[in-house]
């Protein structure tokens, strides 16, 4: 399996390392308009094929899928480009710039057929998987309600990620999408058909924001709130932190473990015997990523999360976004 790799920032190096991991993988090209940061990528990974643009990969050929890590702006261009030639992707999140261009770049996978898989990595994460099991068995009862985080405490990014013409968005769309598709997937894919926000710009002279909340009416009846920010002076949880508020009892993750009420109103916890966050790789969830995105490649699978379910995360995003320009709730 011959994976190539567009961008060459801390998330590719990151991908790189997950897929060197695995058997039967070669890490064939890198693709970067900076012939230096290539060089030094391709030396690290030991990346034979190096290229200044998409395009020029493709013409050369002979690579089963690509690894789209680059700037927000380019995730669709670069990634229809590859459908369209027969190369599976693996694009970061936020899949695109905005709902539309995720609807062309699934429309083009669904046209070529090629595979196309999205970044959202906390569903690979073992704590998220374990509480998944757990809502699935029917542990918690009907989700009545949710609360979710994804904020950077005292600290942000830098770069093309404050500005609006390179990302699309700021924490929402950077951090805010990571809360809002593990408690998507927590919840067994429900539809999204309402909206409201509250977003700005308040530590740092961006055009983009900095803080963002959310509230997300789902079609099964449960609401979410989702808090997401750079430079927070607090967070109530790590990064993809997530409580589920049950009709049977309560869950959480990180730390994860129920709250299950018993009949002399006493509360029995139950813990995921799991290691806590703090405790692993923070990186070993790529691993089964890539591993997963791979099989589906050699077995001709949708992989899941696929561009459906980052197409769902685009337009709840947009939605946010929408209300917090108009201060009105937004249907879907």
Known sequence: MKV???????????????AQKLPGVTLEAVVNHRPESMAAFAA????PRQYPDVESLLKDGDVDALVVCTPNYLHAP??????????????????????????????????????????????????VRWLREQVAAGRLGKIVRTKGYCLHV????????????????GAVADMGIHALDTVRFLLGAPRPVSVYARIGTYYNDFDVDDT???????DQGTTSYIEAGWWQPHADGPQAATQLYGTIGFG????????????????????????????????DKFVPQMSHFLECIRE?????????????????????????ETG???TL
């Open 4 to 18: 190539a790799f567009a961008g060459t920032g801390l998330i590719a190096g990151v991908h790189a390392g997950a």
């Open 44 to 47: 690290e990974f030991g990346i």
């Open 78 to 127: 670069q990634t229809i480009a590859a459908l369209e030639a027969g190369v599976h992707v693996l694009v970061e999140k936020p899949m695109a710039m905005n709902a539309a261009e995720a609807e062309a770049m699934l429309a083009a996978g669904r046209k070529s057929g090629a595979l196309l898989m999205v970044g959202h990595v906390w569903r690979f994460d073992p704590e």
């Open 154 to 169: 005292h600290h942000g990014p830098e770069g093309w990620f404050t500005q609006r013409k390179f990302a699309g968005g």
């Open 212 to 218: 963002g909340v959310i509230i997300v009416n789902w």
């Open 252 to 283: 959480r993750i990180f730390p994860s473990y129920l709250e299950i009420p018993r009949a002399d109103n006493s509360v029995e916890r139950i813990d995921s015997d799991l290691p806590p966050v703090e405790k692993r790789d923070k990186r």
């Open 300 to 324: 001709g699978k949708q992989p899941n999360p696929g561009g459906a379910e980052g197409l769902v995360n685009m337009r709840v995003i947009d939605a946010a976004y929408k209300s917090a």
């Open 328 to 330: 009105q709730v937004i």
